[in-house]
């Protein structure tokens, strides 16, 4: 049996362990590969081939199971061309069948979930078909510096072989290839840089802030793991004072240990749920959503997400939207992002809660930054405009007292 026949049985082999494809499935993945069998070099093959295949998980499904060429082929034709799947690729690829997905837009439509072309905001100046090729594209690795001397990684970096893209129109930020194993440097450990996504790093950006901030005292009401407190405390500076909450410890445990890597612990307090009578200058609501803006880097999402899905995170979304509201104080800023690129989980929350809540007026955030605008209030992080997943961000004033 040739190298490449044996790479395939055994990736067919995870591949239908790894159905049906759920929020579960990196985790699942994570630990087939984990198998002691699975050297280094294995796992990253495998990697690549498996997240081709959920990419491709609807043209792959419409295929004869037993036709396991055809199944070569179609990975082979679209996964990266890397050290590991060189014998994968010289076996199954065609002669003139490699398929980029930007030169063929129907195909890769088609290959996104069928409320995705319903749920594409028409005021946009793209195409649903126009943004699809974006979301199946293999994403590489932004970096945000968080110090003012970032020599010293970017010396770590060049040891290692990595070449790192400065954005200027982003001055902290770099690009780095796909799979780069940032984590492992010293300067990561010190807390000179983080790992975010260029369009997750542009919802902040847009506010020019501290320029237009209220003031320094935040809330950052869906924390998570803290990449965005992270990066308030950074543009807020020294007095910048944040408190980030969420629903779960161990990503505010993740968060505490962020922070005080990168030197902020005196700037962001963790909590379980705000005090209800606190009032902030800027609260941020990075709302739980369907993630269809990442579905470059978690494929998975496309096959376990519906209409349902988006409408049941649309409720949950105004709901935290509201609570959030209350906790601004007269003057100040409440911001609205999701990484979703749905209308129904961006624009309809945001025009929904201004209807809803006239005590609250349209501040749009104040650099687009070639990104389009949406409304009144929103900017639309378009997927693959500067090599970034997609993202949604509108931005609330709260009436001043008379």
């Known amino acids: 049996m040739s190298i ?3 790479q395939l049985r055994i990736a067919r082999q995870l591949w239908a362990r790894l159905q049906p494809l759920d929020r579960a499935t990196p985790a699942r993945l994570q630990t087939l590969l984990g198998d002691r069998r699975f050297g280094s070099r294995d796992r990253r093959l495998y990697r690549e081939l498996l997240f081709t295949a959920m990419r491709l998980s609807r043209a792959l499904a419409s295929l ?9 082929g179609l990975i082979a034709a679209h996964c990266a061309a890397t050290r590991e799947n060189e014998a994968f690729r010289a076996a199954y690829s065609r002669p003139g069948h490699e ?26 100046p793209l195409t649903a078909g126009d943004l699809a090729p974006s979301l199946l594209a293999r994403a590489p690795v932004w970096v945000r510096m968080q110090t003012e001397h970032p020599d010293e990684a970017l010396a770590e970096w060049s040891a290692r072989g990595w070449i790192a893209e400065p954005r200027p129109d982003f ?16 300067s990561y450990q010190a807390g000179h840089y983080e790992i975010q996504d260029l369009g997750s790093q542009a919802i902040l950006a847009s506010l020019d802030l501290p320029a237009r901030s209220p003031g320094p005292r935040w809330l950052d009401a869906c924390a998570g793991a803290g990449g965005k407190s992270l990066q308030l405390a950074r543009l807020l500076g020294p007095t910048a004072r944040i408190d980030a909450t969420d629903i779960r410890p161990a990503a505010l445990a ?31 609501v990075d ?64 025009e929904a809660f201004l209807a809803g809540h006239p005590d609250f007026v349209p501040d749009a955030p104040a650099l687009d930054l070639g990104f389009p605008r949406l409304g009144a209030c929103g900017l639309a992080i378009i997927p693959g ?18």
């Open 99 to 124: 398929a980029p997905l930007h030169r063929h837009p129907e195909f890769a439509l088609s290959l996104l979930p069928d409320w995705f072309a319903s749920e594409h905001d028409p005021a946009l």
């Open 254 to 284: 993740e968060l505490r240990t962020r922070a005080t890597r990168a030197g902020f612990a005196s700037r962001i307090r963790t909590l379980p749920r705000p005090d209800p009578a606190t009032r902030y200058d800027g609260v941020l």
């Open 4 to 6: 490449a026949h044996n």
């Open 385 to 402: 405009r500067l090599d970034n997943d997609g993202f949604f961000v509108a931005a609330f004033r709260r009436a001043p007292l008379p």
């Open 287 to 350: 709302a739980p959503c369907s993630g269809s803006g990442t579905w470059r880097r978690a494929p998975h999402l496309m096959a376990c997400t519906g209409e349902a899905d988006l409408a049941a995170a649309a409720r949950t979304q105004g709901e935290i939207l509201r609570d959030a509201a209350r906790l601004v104080r007269p003057g100040g800023l409440l911001v609205y992002a999701t990484c979703s690129v749905a209308r129904s989980e961006n624009r309809a929350v945001a």
């Open 171 to 186: 001055p902290d930020t770099f690009k780095l290839p796909p799979e780069t194993n940032l984590s492992a440097c010293d």
């Open 64 to 72: 004869d199971p037993a036709n396991e060429t055809g199944w070569a």
